[in-house]
């Protein structure tokens, strides 16, 4: 089936440096994938759409130039946590699109993030 | 838009013991229903999804669900539960229009006793 891998799975890095999450689809070609946040004890709320070749798609309230975002290949996205604060501390999960139809959709297994 | 609730925010359940997670969604546009799991610190694993025709769904771990239109409720439910099914359980709804934006639950932790 379709895998998506989200790496690394845990980091903690130091207020103001930057971190970049890997989200990769292992066996099949994602044009669109798709970032989420989730706070601790709540859900997840979509941060932006990630398109292969093209800017992302942010939703609204969310920081372009904080969380930055490149589709540069069909099997790579990668967020970037820039000039990361302690609030920026949280669980994100990557998304792919296999394609798209309602079925197919995969998600990573999450990066928990920690700024200290 | 659509919304999503999950009337519970934790379900403590002994094992062997049926349960019953509870979500009502809210949307002005036809829905597909769908419900995660997500174990700690790990990902969503998909559970089940209700696209179309028959309104109940069997999904992966004996789990089922029941898509109620007329309550807009999707109700997941286990006969027998066991303790590795404790986690986190979301349901999520996604517009039959826009195949790019869940919008998910709050989120029920599952808490299974010995």
């Known amino acids: 089936g379709a895998v998506v891998s989200q790496h690394p799975s845990r980091v903690i890095c130091k207020s103001g440096t930057s971190v970049k999450i890997e989200c990769r689809s292992l066996?099949?070609?994602?044009?669109?994938m798709f970032w989420y946040r989730q706070f601790p004890k709540q859900s997840l709320m979509l941060m932006a759409t990630?398109?292969?070749?093209?800017?992302?798609?942010?939703e609204q309230g969310v920081e372009k130039d904080k969380f930055l975002i490149n589709h540069a290949s069909l099997t790579l996205s990668t967020l970037t946590v820039t000039s990361a604060h302690p609030e920026d501390s949280s669980f994100y999960i990557c998304?792919?699109?296999?394609?798209?139809?309602?079925?197919?959709?995969?998600f990573g297994s999450g990066t928990r993030l920690t700024v200290v | 838009a659509q919304s999503v609730t999950q009337l519970d925010s934790q379900v403590p359940v002994f094992e062997e013991a049926p349960v019953e997670l509870r979500c009502n969604y809210s949307?002005?546009?036809?829905?597909?229903l769908f419900w995660y799991v997500q174990y700690p610190n790990q990902g969503l694993q998909l559970l089940l999804k209700?696209?179309?025709?028959?309104?109940l769904v069997k999904g992966i771990n004996g789990f089922e669900a029941e898509f109620n239109k007329s309550q807009t409720s999707f109700h997941l439910r286990k006969p027998s539960v066991h303790i590795s099914d404790t986690a986190e359980y979301f349901c999520?709804?996604?517009?039959?229009?826009?195949?790019?934006?869940?919008?998910f639950g709050s989120g029920t932790k599952l808490n299974v006793k010995p």
């Open positions: 998304s792919a699109s296999i394609d798209r139809s309602v079925y197919g959709y995969t």
């Open positions: 066996d099949f070609q994602a044009t669109t």
């Open positions: 990630s398109n292969e070749g093209s800017k992302a798609t942010y």
């Open positions: 949307s002005s546009v036809s829905v597909y």
């Open positions: 209700y696209l179309s025709g028959s309104t």
């Open positions: 999520a709804v996604r517009s039959l229009y826009n195949f790019n934006k869940f919008y």
